[in-house]
């Protein structure tokens, strides 16, 4: 769980030690929230607008809610997608027009290494919503600090983060032998992360991933019932018998 505060640790003194962190020009400033008034624009609706929420549906959306289904949690997408939906609508003025599930964020959150209890995986989606506003407030601060490491040592942090889940996720996926193949497929698809018409490569992997499945197995997936219906059944009437004279 704290291995990769570890490495962040032990990496930052490296760099250090080594003098390739140079920190010399760095100053604090907190970021201000700036309004804009907002204004109708058939072009920037269509230009800007519709790419982002297309964005934003297949490459945040989508995978967080797999995310989710795969660690346990079987919420709806509608209270998500409302809650984000009107948060996007009242902050977009002051430049966030994308409030949405995360799906890197909700994988760390919501995996093993949060909490072993699901039930109290909880306290690391709000240590998650903290800590971004306080990159929120410092962000001029803390882009310098991470500009200053090199490139190879943030994408390193990154990617051990996403160790467990990736494994997990895998591990899920490729257990049931008759969806082995489109697992694979769908993973290796959204890891190329083929970029069409501007949506990202997690849409795309889940497409690639269906006609897999669709090619292999004669049909789509469908989906499976959460429950099985109990068989009734009815009693036999009770018939009493006189008693013969």
Known sequence: RYAVVGILVLGLAFLLVQGRV??????????APVFTLPAFSLNALLSIALPLFLITLTGQYM???????????????NPIVTV??????????????AFNIAAITAAICTGREAHEDPSKRWI?????????ILVGVFGVTLAAIFMAFPATFITTLAGLALLGTIGGSLASALADAKTREASLITFVAAAANITLFGIGGAFWGLVIGLVAYAVLNGRLP???????????????????KGAAN
Do not use: C, W
């Not at 140079?22 to 970021?31: C, F, H, I, T």
């Not at 995978?63 to 997408?77: E, I, Q, Y």
């Not at 690391?124 to 971004?132: E, I, P, R, S």
């Open 22 to 31: 140079d920190l010399s020009g760095l100053e604090l400033r907190l970021a």
């Open 63 to 77: 995978p967080g809610m797999l995310v989710l289904r795969n660690d346990g949690f079987k919420t709806s997408a």
């Open 84 to 97: 984000t939906g009107l948060g996007s609508l009242l902050m977009a003025p002051f430049g966030s027009h």
């Open 124 to 132: 690391a989606g709000m240590a998650a919503g903290v800590f971004y």
């Open 222 to 240: 469908q989906r499976a019932q959460a429950s099985q219906t109990a068989l009734q059944t009815t009693p036999e009437p009770i018939v009493a």
